[in-house]
């Protein structure tokens, strides 16, 4: 099993909506991501976590929250978004060493009206 | 300078042709290089991996790596319309990071 689970495919949301994006993989992964992609552009790091801990935050503003309630679901909590966050938002999980691959899901198709 | 470089093309070759896709990177200790073809508002594939100095082969698919120049590459023979996408190269960083920086991909057209 290589699959990372996305929910929910398509997300349309206001700007004074919260929602939260999900992740799940059963690979035994410990290392987990949140990219945003923009149309045309590569994925952009927004956050890591390692062994449930947060490791890395490119600083990403404070309306994103992430969370890792254990080692196999990531969540991204949504709040007062603005509508140039509209992306794919893209869930990846690694092993935690150096020359292993990432496993992308499928994605988040979201919409800030 | 960009950590990883790719030209973001298109790149377009006929139905039958190999493509070749080039990638950069500036840190030299880097030890794991990743390709992923991404389909238009798809999520990124892993196609391919390599580690050490040569040519890897799957299939259609060749990765070459070349550590002293800094360069990685993807070839892709007897090219198809399906193979249509942009192709992401991944680098992982020396010491000891797991965290993937990928280039801002190339656009492959393979027409008929």
């Known amino acids: 099993d290589t699959e990372v689970t996305q929910t929910p495919k398509h997300l349309v949301m206001g700007m004074t909506n919260k929602k939260s994006l999900k992740c799940e993989q059963h690979m035994g992964h410990r290392a987990m991501y949140w990219y945003k992609q923009k149309a045309k552009k590569p994925p952009e790091l927004m956050f890591v976590y390692s062994y449930e801990k947060l490791s890395i935050n490119e600083s990403v503003p404070s309306r994103f929250s992430p969370e890792c309630p254990n080692s196999s679901l990531l969540n991204l909590h949504l709040h007062a978004l603005q509508p140039e966050d509209s992306a794919l938002y893209l869930c990846?999980?690694?092993?935690?060493?150096?020359?292993?691959?990432?496993?992308f899901g499928q994605g988040t198709r979201l919409t800030v009206v | 300078q960009k950590e990883v470089e790719q030209n973001s093309g298109p790149l377009s070759v006929p139905e039958g042709a190999i493509a070749s896709l080039n990638c950069t990177y500036s840190d030299r200790g880097s030890q794991s290089f990743f390709w992923y073809r991404q389909y238009s508002g798809k999520s990124p594939e892993l196609i391919m991996f390599?580690?050490?100095?040569g040519d890897k082969e799957d299939g259609r698919f060749t990765a070459q790596l070349n550590k002293a120049s800094q360069y990685v590459s993807l070839l892709i023979r007897d090219s198809q319309p399906s193979d249509s996408a942009t192709y992401l190269c991944?680098?992982?960083?020396?010491?000891?990071?797991?965290?993937?920086?990928f280039g801002r991909g190339t656009s492959l057209i393979v027409h008929p």
């Open positions: 991944a680098v992982k960083r020396a010491g000891g990071s797991y965290i993937p920086t």
């Open positions: 390599i580690y050490s100095n």
């Open positions: 990846a999980s690694s092993q935690v060493r150096d020359s292993t691959e990432a496993f």
